[in-house]
Structures are given as C-alpha cells and as structure tokens.
C-alpha cells in the first residue's frame, strides 16, 4: 500500500449533542443480507469550519455504503468554533473519547483563534486525548502534475504528535512594550514519543524501500532536541537493513529542494520542524492538498490503536461557498482510514481504499483537476467524477472475482 495508508461510515445512527445538522447523513438505502451479517464500521468524525467543513462533506460522499460496498457508520461530532466556545472544548473531549472508542477518525480542518484567553486548538486537545504520537504526511507525485526540484519519489514526514514547541509553557517578564521586556517559553519531549517517531520512521522506510533522512538540530541542541536523534540512532541499530542517513534540520531543508530525493525518504522530526517540512513537502509535489495527514496512537508494541486521517491545510476562508477548493487530500482520508480499517481486520476494507486512492490519483492523471493543480474543475465536480471511479473499480473488481 502507498506510505501513509491506513475508515468507517454513517448513514443513520442517532446524533448526540454537538452533532451537525439533522438530515446531514447519507440519504435511506434498501438493507441487504451484507448489511444484516457484518457489524458497521463506526468512523469517528470531527466537523470543523469554513472551507475545512465544505470539504469534509464533499469527501464524505466516497464512503456513502453504495459506493464502497461497506456497512458504514459515521459518529460524528460538531468542532466548529461557535461550538467549542459554546462548550469550553468540552465537545473536543468527547469527540477524542469516542474516537479512542472506534479506533479510527477523520477529521475536518478547524479555526484556532488567536486571543490568547480563547479556546485555542483542537487540534492539540485531540492529540493528547488519543495518545497521539506520531502524525505521517506523505507527499507523492501527482499524475500530469510537474513537481518541484525534479522531485518523483514520495517523502514522508514522520513527526512528533503532542510536546515541543506546540503546547509549551509560555510568559513575558519586564514593562509591556518596553525594550528589556522579555518573553520565555518552555518545552518539554519524552522520551517514549521520540522513540515512536524513530520507530515508526524506520517501519516506513521499510516498507517503501526508502532512506530515514533528516533529523534535529542536535549539535547545538544535544540535551533536548538530541534524545530525538538517540532515539534514530537507537533505532538504525535495530533496523539495520534500512538505509539510515542523519542529517541537521537546516541542512535536510537546503537537501529537499538541492535533490536529496534520490530514493523514497522519510523525515523524523520534532512537533515544529514536522509542522514546516511537511508544508514544504506537499506543495513540491504540486499542491498542499495533494495528500493526507494521518494521526497515530500505539500500544507498547508500535501496533496502531487508533488512526485519524485530515487534510494537511487548513480552512481556506478565502474560497469559502465558492466550490473550488481542491478535495484531494479530504478524500484520500477517506481511503486512508479505509487502511487502517482493513489492517484491523474489517473485510473488503482494502479493496474501498485502493478503489479511492487510484480513482483520485487516475483523476487528475485524466485532466479532472482543481485550479490550484491548472485545471477548471470545481470542488463538487471532483468529487463527483471520483464517486463514479470509484464505483466502476469496485463493479470491475467483483465481475473479475477470483479469475484474474
């Protein structure tokens, strides 16, 4: 499967307080013998706002059960912003307990305010709720699409979930204003989470024959920023076969965009520098809506306990209500959510998964674009033209049965 690969669905279950919207579901469908002996898939959804929202609904649409042939069931839950103040991010809490429950979310881009007495990001609440570790983006070439640098084989960044610079402690010291004011911030890494993101990093690379690349800055930070690279040090002992070149983040920058890509690479990092190389990555390969950012908590083993898949941008205000905003990265959540589904042991998971990611990929490859990728296409109109790929796949696939 593509690196970053790892859903579940609703129609009709009961919606709780901070659901969205009666009526939001899938429209009634005729119940099938396939519906009555398998148990739904329960995905947990977290609603978010703007154009994050628009396309959330969009790329909903890929999972509606007569698409993916899947018995569905969608939890979902209301992160817009008037929400979270109305609640105290009390729905945020609950929306990270359900998806602890179903083991597999997705999530729509959310407002974070910038007052510093308001209810800040979901996002970290929803991390440190899971018991996030490690959050994958994996930028992969585009079909038709020209990349950056003479950039074709995929980079996956691999970086820390909760702690770094996200979450630290903050304060200012001295008069307001004046030139000795001073501004603290104080950070903390465990241990445990630098080793999943070693860990994880090496797995990966394993799986797509490609390079651990990168790392901290850790000659001027070897006490802090330096447990990370112990723990990639630590991990290249025990995964000796992987190729494993350690580089400083400043330099991993000038490599991605000098032609370091020779091979897959994938980049352990810490919260902050995951956060920006991950925004350079995704556009070099066309847009930072070209592929899907996945959240994962562990067990003690590195087994994945819960996956929740996002688009890696965020709400897009400017192309609010006007259906032009690239769903790529909403839908391939779609279909990563579907993988880890399947790696949990849901039947007929992988089959959707693959149907979605190559019905997107062979999109765009046909001239079925965004603006964003050069093309006229509209966000509903994307969409649209996915959902009928995606059919046919699955349509084909079942006629060919075991003969091919």
């Known amino acids: 499967m593509v690196a970053g690969m790892e859903i579940a669905y609703a129609a009709s279950a009961p919606r709780r307080a901070g659901r969205r919207r009666p009526g ?18 329960t995905i947990t959804i977290l609603e978010g706002d703007e154009t994050g929202q628009e396309l ?69 609440i929803v991390r440190e709720g899971v018991d996030g570790k490690v959050i994958i983006r994996t930028g992969r070439r585009i079909p038709g699409v020209t990349p950056v640098a003479g950039v074709y084989l995929p980079i996956s960044v691999v970086r820390m979930a909760v702690d770094d610079a996200y979450g630290a402690e903050q304060w200012r010291e001295g008069e307001d204003g004046a030139n000795d004011e001073i501004a603290y911030r104080t950070e903390k890494i465990s241990r445990g989470t630098c080793r999943a993101v070693a860990e994880y990093a090496f797995r990966t690379a394993l799986k797509m024959n490609g390079k651990v690349y990168g790392g901290p800055k850790w000659t001027v930070s070897p006490v802090y920023e ?5 723990e990639m040090d630590a991990a290249a002992q025990r995964h000796p076969d992987v190729w494993y070149q350690p580089v400083l983040i400043d330099a991993t920058y000038a490599g991605l965009v000098s032609g370091a890509a020779d091979s897959p690479l994938v980049i352990p990092a810490l919260n902050r520098d995951g956060d920006c190389l991950s925004d350079l990555v995704m556009p070099m390969f066309g847009s930072i809506a070209g592929a899907e950012s996945v959240l994962l908590a562990f067990d003690e083993h590195f087994n994945t306990q819960v996956a929740m898949a996002e688009a890696p941008h965020g709400t897009a205000p400017a192309l609010l209500g006007k259906d032009v905003a690239n769903p790529m990265a ?65 349509d084909v696939w079942s006629s060919l049965g075991s003969t091919v």
């Open 56 to 124: 959330l609904e969009q790329a909903l649409r890929v999972l509606d059960p007569e698409v993916v042939e899947l018995p569905i069931e969608l939890d979902r839950y209301d992160l817009s912003l008037a929400k979270r103040r109305e609640t105290g991010n009390r729905i945020v809490e609950d929306a990270a307990r359900a998806m602890r429950e179903s083991g597999l979310g997705i999530k729509a881009a959310t407002v974070t305010p910038e007052g510093k007495n308001d209810v800040g990001s979901p996002n970290r």
């Open 24 to 41: 939001s579901g899938f429209p009634a469908r005729r119940v099938t013998v396939q519906d009555v002996a398998t148990e739904p898939l």
């Open 330 to 394: 909403m839908i391939l959540a779609c279909g990563a959510v579907l993988n880890y589904a399947s790696d949990k042991g849901f039947e007929g998971a992988d089959r959707a998964s693959r149907a979605i990611y190559e019905s997107v990929l062979e999109a765009v490859a046909s001239g079925v674009r965004t603006p964003d990728l050069g093309g006229d296409a509209g966000t509903t109109a994307f969409t649209t033209d996915v959902v009928g790929r995606v059919r046919t796949k699955l």
């Open 226 to 230: 330096g447990m990370l690279k112990e």
